[in-house]
């Protein structure tokens, strides 16, 4: 039987009005990787689809909010 297409969410956070652009990106927010510029986002969003495992948190693991404030 083929398997349908995988789907990965993926968290963005820019600082707005940054130049260049600037912000976070995380599958899992306890493994959240920081970006300055196009190039490091696309190198970002190439490593989380490369290895999503990795990024995901593991069962039982407790999420905590980005923002605790």
């Known amino acids: 039987m083929e398997e349908g297409p995988r789907h990965l969410h ?6 707005v009005g940054s ?3 600037r912000g976070r990106l995380a599958v899992n927010p ?7 510029g196009w190039i490091e986002l696309a190198a970002a ?5 490369s ?4 990024a995901e948190p593991q069962v ?10």
């Open 10 to 15: 993926v968290d963005l956070e820019f600082e």
């Open 19 to 21: 130049d260049p652009i």
């Open 30 to 36: 306890k493994a959240a990787r920081n970006f300055q």
């Open 45 to 49: 969003l190439e490593s989380v689809m």
């Open 51 to 54: 290895s999503p495992a990795e």
């Open 60 to 69: 039982g693991s407790a999420v905590c909010p980005a923002n605790s404030s």
